[in-house]
């Protein structure tokens, strides 16, 4: 079992930043994979980033080039570092890992919330 907790949500005006972390606990577990979802009311979720453990990473094409992810494996946590926020990335984010053999664990989500 894999315990997430994730952090750094909060209300910022267009144009500014946020950090959100998620750090992984539990017991005799290895992370393949760490990702970053969101979902907005009467939406879908959605991938946003995601970086493997070898730290390849992806992006949904409406974040490139403002938000970036990253891992610290010693920690088991992953980040979230958001730029140049824009209202439409409002949304719940949530982090999700899946741990070898294939398990995936999702966290309680954090609201980010853009005002224009």
């Known amino acids: 079992q894999v315990q997430l907790v994730e952090s750094g949500g909060g209300l910022v005006q267009a144009g500014g930043s946020l950090r959100l972390s998620c750090a992984a606990s539990g017991r005799n577990f290895n992370i393949n994979w760490m990702g970053w979802y969101r979902q907005a009311p009467g939406k879908q979720r959605e991938l946003v980033a995601a970086?493997?453990?070898?730290?390849?990473?992806n992006y949904a094409d409406s974040v490139k080039g403002r938000f970036t992810i990253s891992r610290d494996n010693a920690k088991d946590t992953v980040y979230l570092q958001m730029n140049s926020l824009k209202p439409e990335d409002t949304a719940v984010y949530y982090c999700?890992?899946?741990?070898?053999?294939?398990?995936?664990?999702w966290g309680q989500g954090t609201q980010v919330t853009v005002s224009s």
């Open positions: 999700k890992v899946i741990i070898t053999p294939g398990y995936q664990y």
């Open positions: 970086i493997t453990s070898g730290g390849r990473t």
